[in-house]
């Protein structure tokens, strides 16, 4: 009996670590420790648009260079910035809504009717410098062209390639096909969390 309780014990042990060191990975990913890291894929903008372009490693090392007038602008959706998480500091402000029309891909999306005057409410168009992310910087093509024809200076606008959660893995072979595990924000290791603070979301939402 003694020795079964022992074994039984030991197990736990076992058990509790691996358990916290999967449940941990929140903590370390929020962080952006070295560990999160993996090797990245040249980053390829995936259209033209009226701003610059930059890679998420980029974008950090810019706000962390002038945190007062430039900030991070995730035009996803509602759900992808609270469920799938997002950047440290970000401002949610969705450049398309989903919608209630269901079909064979999922529910639509309608464009934001407001949004050059949601950017207007928050940013500065003479001062502030605006990084555009997306889930995969496909979104962030037109949002970045939407917010220079919003009176936001081409030179302050940017398109973070790889969004935050970056490409999917084409590689048939690989056990991670078709799983977005190629470059971004996330897999960069850079900051990001579920937190969600009422000074960083959408603002309509909370008059």
Known sequence: MKENFLINTAFGLVLTLLIFSVVGCQDIKEMGAEGEKVKLAPYVPKGTHKGGNVTPSQAYEMVQ??????????VRTRYEYQ??????????????????????????????????SDLKARFNPETDILLMLCRSAARTIASSTAAVDCGFKSDKVYNVMGGFEGDKVKDKNSPHFGQRMVNGWR??????????DTNLLYQPDLK
């Open 65 to 74: 260079g002038d945190p007062e007038h430039t900030f991070i602008v995730d």
């Open 187 to 196: 897999l960069e290791g850079l900051p990001w969390t579920y937190k969600m």
């Open 83 to 116: 469920d799938i998480g997002h950047p440290v500091g970000a401002y949610l402000i969705p450049w398309k809504f989903y919608t209630t029309n269901a079909g064979g891909k999922g529910y639509s999306k309608a464009s934001n009717p407001n949004f050059c």
